[in-house]
């Protein structure tokens, strides 16, 4: 009987060792394979960086040599006008591509500063910003209650930046453009919206949505570059919240986000 007991308890030790060397077999590739990725995020976001840098440089001249060319106009066909001014508007197209990709690729190494965010005070500086520009002249725009919230302001901000830009880009070839800015009241967690009345999207693809360069619409019908929502996606994680979003094509969309860092 005392043969069966050492027995017994020696096979229950060996297989708690295989289990503990097994368990610490795991734990080492875990930690191998996430600093192999995150070497790899790093390289990729210098690359990027390092890229975006390079293309400014030929881009300039381009630009440069269009103005000089358009200002000193005598001599050229409307033709010559015409295309030299379509590629000055493409140089200018790419230079902004390349703004946000900068952007994008810098969030990844930016250091998040949590701090009570007063939302309706960035919506407003973000609108006068707007207005200055004259990108609300013929849009409605309605901010309902908006509650305070923690989280980095300068990263929030661009967050409303992008969202408001293009609920009020999307809306424009309306004949009564207008968005809504707001917050839920029957969930748990605090959740904004802007919400307009524009083209809007299918729900069947709304998968693409938050994709880098990922469009829904043709260049011809709405500028944009596909970097913005995929900007907004990547500062809400970060912010341990989701963004997601609603529509009906030609009736507008309803683009959510929550914030859960504190």
Sequence with gaps: MLLGIVQDITERKKTEYEILSLNAGLEKKVSERTAQLEAV???LEAFSYSVS????????IIDGFATILIEDA???TERMMKNIKTI???ANRMGQLIDDLLNFSRLGRTQ???AEVDMRGLIEQVLDEFQSADMTRKTKIDISNILPAR???SLIKQVWVNLLSNAIKYSSKKDAPMVEVGMLNNTNVPTWYVKDNGAGFNMEYSSKLFGVFQRLHKQDEFDGTGVGLALVQR????HGGKVWAESTLNEGATFYFTLTNE
């Design 41 to 43: 995020n790093k390289e």
């Design 53 to 60: 840098h390079d293309l400014r440089a030929p881009l300039r």
């Design 74 to 76: 005598d001599g050229l």
């Design 88 to 90: 000055a508007r493409n």
């Design 112 to 114: 998040i500063k949590i």
């Design 151 to 153: 989280g980095d302001s």
């Design 235 to 238: 500062i809400i994680v970060r």
